[in-house]
């Protein structure tokens, strides 16, 4: 089935140490997301990504990056982890940009800093 | 900008009750509308959207929700809750973001289902 993978599902890493979570989709679609969820809180677009160009929302930590190496592979890469960024990452993709497009989400990553 | 508000953090009913979840949109376009389902621990998986054409959308697992455009109103129902609905809903609304259409969520309402 095609579908949106993402690896670990499960991740605990250490204040300030570099942490990076993936994303693979066989769905062969255009745009890729990645989103942060807290608690009992809606998802918040972090980036997306149209094929390679990458789109970074205003208010994105500088500490977070993010790789599209093709169109398969998204990465998100966090810094220096601060205690603020535990949640639940959300990889998400769609066919392209058109209003009606619906995404497809992974199962998530929950990050734990300790 | 566009907008949804979903009204009530959480929503219990008994197993066989009606279901209703309520989302506002705000939009000075006409709005592309998705309801969301997620599992705990899981990621979210569309139930239903609405792109314009007919008013009352159907979609999966027995959901169904209505656009009334005079009450700006896209709200969820189901007409006998079952004990695997529990989970939390989130209503979205597509909007434009410098020539492309990014969904907005709303805060979410959590399903909560009793015996």
């Known amino acids: 089935d095609a579908m949106v993978i993402q690896n670990p599902r499960y991740q605990v890493t250490q204040f300030g140490k570099p942490v990076t979570l993936s994303c693979s989709q066989t769905?062969?679609?255009?745009?890729m997301y990645w989103y942060q969820q807290k608690s009992s809180q809606a998802p918040k677009l972090l980036f997306h990504?149209?094929?390679?160009?990458?789109?970074n929302e205003a208010d994105t930590p500088d500490n977070f990056q993010s790789r599209r190496p093709n169109t398969s592979f998204c990465f998100l890469d966090i810094r220096s982890p601060g205690l603020g960024d535990a949640a639940m990452y959300l990889c998400?993709?769609?066919?392209?940009?058109?209003?009606?497009?619906?995404?497809?989400f992974g199962p998530g990553t929950r990050l734990t800093v300790t | 900008a566009q907008s949804v508000t979903q009204l009530g953090s959480h929503v219990s009913v008994s197993e066989g009750a009606l279901v209703l979840l309520r989302c506002n949109y705000s939009?000075?376009?006409?709005?592309?509308l998705f309801w969301y389902v997620q599992y705990p621990n899981q990621g979210l998986q569309l139930l239903l959207k609405?792109?314009?054409?007919?008013?009352l959308v159907k979609g999966i697992n027995g959901f169904e929700a209505e656009f009334k455009k005079s009450e700006t109103s896209f709200h969820l129902t189901k007409p006998s809750a079952h004990m695997s609905d529990a989970a939390e809903y989130f209503c979205?609304?597509?909007?434009?973001?410098?020539?492309?259409?990014?969904?907005?969520f709303g805060r979410g309402t959590s399903l909560i289902v009793h015996p």
């Open positions: 998400a993709t769609s066919r392209d940009f058109n209003r009606a497009s619906e995404q497809y």
């Open positions: 769905l062969n679609h255009n745009v």
């Open positions: 990504y149209y094929d390679k160009d990458f789109n």
């Open positions: 939009s000075s376009v006409p709005p592309y």
């Open positions: 609405y792109t314009s054409a007919a008013t």
């Open positions: 979205a609304v597509s909007a434009a973001s410098g020539g492309s259409y990014i969904p907005t």
